[in-house]
T-cell receptor, first 115, second 116 residues
């Protein structure tokens, strides 16, 4: 079975500092995709970044980067130079063939950026 | 703005009623997915349509049904509503049929359903 674990329910970070959100996953399938989404208080789900299981390099998208450690089955999201607008819930998700490619989500981590 | 549109944004109704949620995918996307987000269940995949055909099913109740029309917009029908159906319902779309782990899903703004 596939499982996504986000162990940090909530985090505080000072503006302009970096923050790392943990995500571990469990699958025996060698081919999978990992995704991070942001959900602000307004409710919409915003796609941030993608990492494929065969990607040799860690994914980056602007201030977002993914620290992918395949052997440890972790895909941590790093947000650099935090801004007040980064305050939101962040979800880690995975797609894998053995789950019929359904997108499975973790429980999420709430980030609050302090001025 | 993801390019996925959902209407209505908010819906308040009574138990036992039936509602229809509507979704238009991004231009060029053939797949539409429906999700339910509630406090106790988190984000749950309900159902996927690809180019008008049902492609995958998740934890969708028998009281719920969906379809995708020839113009690729989709509707989620919820009937015999119960208090526990109150949730945020998302539609997402992607280019491919979903049988590819690299295929990114883009979400709409959601419809917040309140059942009183």
């Amino acid at each position: 079975a596939q499982k996504i674990t986000q162990t940090q329910p909530g985090m505080f970070v000072q503006e302009k500092e970096a923050v790392t959100l943990d995500c571990t996953y469990d699958t025996s399938d060698p081919s999978y995709g990992l995704f991070w989404y942001k959900q602000p208080s307004s409710g919409e789900m915003i796609f941030l970044i993608y990492q494929g299981s065969y990607d040799q390099q860690n994914a980056t998208e602007g201030r977002y980067s993914l620290n992918f450690q395949k052997a440890r089955k972790s895909a941590n999201l790093v947000i650099s130079a935090s801004q007040l607008g980064d305050s939101a819930m962040y979800f880690c998700a995975m797609r894998v063939r053995s789950n019929d490619y359904k997108l499975s989500f973790g429980a999420g981590t709430t980030v609050t950026v302090r001025a | 703005d993801s390019g996925v549109t959902q209407t209505p944004k908010h819906l308040i109704t009574a138990t036992g009623q039936r509602v229809t949620l509507r979704c238009s995918p991004r231009s060029g996307d053939l797949s539409v997915y429906w999700y339910q987000q509630s406090l106790d269940q988190g984000l749950q995949f309900l159902i996927q349509y690809y180019n008008g055909e049902e492609r995958a099913k998740g934890n969708i109740l028998e009281r719920f049904s969906a379809q995708q029309f020839p113009d690729l917009h989709s509707e989620l029908n919820l009937s015999s509503l119960e208090l526990g159906d109150s949730a945020l319902y998302f539609c997402a779309s992607s280019v491919e049929g979903g049988r590819d782990y690299t295929d990114t899903q883009y979400f709409g703004p959601g419809t917040r359903l309140t059942v009183l």
